[in-house]
């Protein structure tokens, strides 16, 4: 080798050797250039059968199951937001055919604390798709405002949580509005079946099961963000589908029914109140109050 060719090795740029592709990676380029092109070859040559797609979609919808996952709901600003869950969304894509979808992490910017991230969902057999690029901050919303995360499993669950909203929206993108409503209102009639069992059962059973976890009903109103006395079927839905999470130790007590935190004034204006009634009851009776003032909370 002459002095030359050791001179441009030697003042070769990083972003130049950066560039270079290794055999792993051209091995794995071309393979998922051909799984796209037999992905379209199948679609055209076993294209799917409606009615075969529309009957699997009612087996499915008629499940228990499915209907108890199939709608999300949460509070926010006094009124209620809901509407069909991811899960539903992906079982529609199963009953379909020809469907892809999926999640990926285009880039990861510690410094910056986002992550770029892009969801997706791809009618092989229409060729339709829908895709969104959107930047995923490392921050958690908290009542005094976003609080940065840094734990790999938060940013983790983090970025996955904001993923699913976007790839749910994507799938319901290129399947057909008629399917989606047709499962909806299937699922709907499901829950309010509920396998025969009235409604006020039902809920009795999911207060024994969050008593067991040591849950109080108080807690369970705030976390539905009403009373008792006016839960609905997917009110019920939603504590099973908490309850399963805490079963299989997903998710802690805690995260899903933080305590009631209160301040020292109103610690003061309760006991306060106490003297000048001259009750014998304790106000603070059924309150949590943290023998130190303790870090806020994580919401998810």
Same mark, same amino acid.
């Given at each position: 080798?002459?002095?030359?060719?050791?001179?441009?090795?030697?003042?070769?740029?990083?972003?130049?050797?950066?560039?270079?592709?290794?055999?792993?990676?051209?091995?794995?380029?071309?393979?998922?250039?051909?799984?796209?092109?037999?992905?379209?070859?199948?679609?055209?040559? &076993?294209?799917?059968?409606?009615?075969?797609?529309?009957?699997?979609?009612?087996?499915? &919808?008629?499940?228990?199951?499915?209907?108890?996952?199939?709608?999300?709901?949460?509070?926010?600003?006094?009124?209620?937001?809901?509407?069909?869950?991811?899960?539903?969304?992906?079982?529609?894509?199963? &009953?379909?055919?020809?469907?892809?979808?999926?999640?990926?992490?285009?880039?990861?910017?510690?410094?910056?604390?986002?992550?770029?991230?892009?969801?997706?969902?791809? *009618?092989?057999?229409?060729?339709?798709?829908?895709?969104?690029?959107?930047?995923?901050?490392?921050?958690?919303?908290?009542?005094?405002?976003?609080?940065?995360?840094? *734990?790999?499993?938060?940013?983790?669950?983090?970025? $996955?949580?904001?993923?699913?909203? =976007?790839?749910?929206?994507?799938?319901?993108?290129?399947?057909?509005?008629?399917?989606?409503?047709?499962?909806? %209102?299937? &699922?709907?009639?499901?829950?309010?079946?509920?396998?025969?069992?009235?409604?006020?059962? =039902?809920?009795?059973?999911?207060?024994?099961?969050? $008593?067991?976890?040591?849950?109080?009903?108080?807690?369970?109103?705030?976390?539905?963000?009403?009373?008792?006395?006016?839960?609905?079927?997917?009110?019920?839905?939603?504590?099973?589908?908490?309850?399963?999470?805490?079963?299989?130790?997903?998710? %802690?007590?805690?995260?899903?029914?933080?305590?009631?935190?209160?301040?020292?004034?109103?610690?003061?204006?309760?006991?306060?109140?106490?003297?000048?009634?001259?009750?014998?009851?304790?106000?603070?009776?059924?309150?949590?109050?943290?023998?130190?003032?303790?870090?806020?909370?994580?919401?998810?």
């Amino acid at each position: 080798m002459t002095s030359s060719a050791l001179d441009q090795i030697g003042t070769r740029s990083p972003a130049a050797v950066a560039d270079r592709i290794g055999q792993a990676t051209a091995v794995e380029q071309a393979r998922a250039v051909a799984e796209v092109q037999a992905a379209i070859v199948v679609a055209q040559q &076993c294209p799917r059968d409606m009615e075969e797609a529309r009957r699997q979609m009612r087996d499915s &919808c008629r499940q228990q199951a499915l209907a108890e996952r199939a709608f999300f709901r949460y509070s926010r600003a006094g009124s209620t937001i809901t509407g069909p869950s991811v899960h539903l969304a992906r079982e529609l894509a199963r &009953c379909w055919g020809n469907i892809q979808y999926g999640i990926a992490e285009l880039r990861r910017d510690d410094a910056h604390g986002q992550s770029e991230m892009q969801a997706w969902a791809w *009618d092989v057999q229409t060729n339709t798709r829908s895709s969104n690029t959107f930047i995923v901050p490392h921050k958690r919303d908290k009542k005094d405002g976003p609080v940065a995360i840094v *734990d790999m499993r938060d940013i983790y669950e983090n970025n $996955a949580n904001n993923g699913a909203r =976007r790839v749910r929206e994507a799938i319901f993108a290129v399947l057909p509005p008629w399917l989606t409503e047709e499962a909806k %209102t299937l &699922c709907s009639e499901t829950l309010k079946d509920g396998g025969g069992e009235p409604l006020p059962q =039902r809920i009795g059973k999911a207060v024994d099961v969050f $008593a067991g976890y040591g849950v109080r009903v108080e807690q369970l109103e705030t976390r539905l963000g009403r009373p008792k006395g006016r839960w609905d079927e997917h009110d019920v839905a939603q504590l099973l589908v908490i309850a399963q999470s805490l079963k299989r130790g997903e998710v %802690t007590v805690d995260e899903e029914f933080p305590s009631v935190r209160v301040t020292a004034d109103e610690i003061k204006g309760a006991k306060s109140k106490r003297t000048t009634a001259g009750s014998d009851v304790d106000p603070l009776a059924g309150i949590d109050v943290p023998m130190a003032a303790p870090e806020p909370e994580v919401q998810r």
